[in-house]
């Protein structure tokens, strides 16, 4: 792993062990820290600002790693967190447009171009969570809070122009130097906890995460900048212990 990927993978730990130590330090009675293990099957989708390019459809992903909830004086209160691995993407096409060439030449493009993206997101959401009282052996509970997401790992689609061959295609190239490395994002959710036994429960709940930043950074198609946001909504379930 590279320095600087490095560098990307350690900063969202240490956001998350700073919060954990810091939170549990102010919590004084009750079960002040719950710890479990979370998967997310998402759905995700870019939404284009450049006029040259669309979205073109969702892109199924999958997110999963450790989630906590830090008690903020009562039980119906927490600040919810985690540390996540995010394997997720996103499709887009081209609109009729002018390109570039090596040349420096404009080119009249008016085949549509397909381009799919692959990325690897390190996830530390921040979220207040508000929880009812135990109904039976359920609890229900909504969130809502700040997400933040480097980008560790990137592939996709790239196109060049070619004296012989016309527009030439590269699948799977790595373009994470194209892509920003951060990504901020709203978090809205709800879901419900099923309790087993004693500090045992089961969670499942729905996310809907919508991108504030963009997902491309000094990334071209054939000399046009491209520009988009990032979104995505998921499917949780989890296991509190």
């Not at 719950?34 to 006029?51: E, F, M």
């Not at 009562?74 to 002018?98: C, I, K, P």
């Amino acid at each position: 792993m590279h320095g600087k990927t490095m560098t990307k993978a350690i900063l969202p730990i240490c956001t998350f062990l700073f919060l954990a130590a810091s939170t549990q330090a102010q919590s004084t009675s009750g079960q002040p820290v719950r710890l479990g293990i979370k998967a997310a099957p998402n759905l995700a989708w870019v939404k284009s600002d450049t006029k040259e390019l669309e979205g073109d459809g969702m892109k199924f992903g999958f997110l999963f790693g450790l989630m906590s909830d830090f008690r903020l004086g009562s039980d119906n209160y927490a600040l919810s967190t985690g540390l996540f691995m995010n394997v997720t993407g996103a499709n887009m096409q081209s609109r009729s447009f002018d390109g570039v060439d090596g040349n420096g030449n404009t080119v009249k493009v008016d085949q549509p171009l397909a381009f799919s993206y692959k990325y690897q997101f390190v996830e530390v959401p921040i979220t207040i969570k508000l929880k009812t009282n135990e109904i039976g052996y359920m609890t229900y509970f909504g969130t809502l809070g700040f997400g933040s997401a480097y980008n560790v790992s990137a592939k996709g689609d790239e196109y060049s122009f070619n004296d012989s061959q016309g527009i030439e295609r590269e699948e799977d190239a790595n373009v994470l130097k194209e892509m920003a490395v951060f990504r901020a994002s709203l978090i809205v959710g709800a879901g419900l906890e099923y309790n087993i036994a004693g500090n045992t429960s089961i969670m499942a709940g729905i996310n809907y995460n919508n991108s504030f930043t963009d997902v491309f950074d000094k990334s071209e198609m054939l000399g046009v900048e491209q520009h988009g946001k990032l979104h995505y909504l998921e499917l949780n379930f989890g296991v509190f212990f």
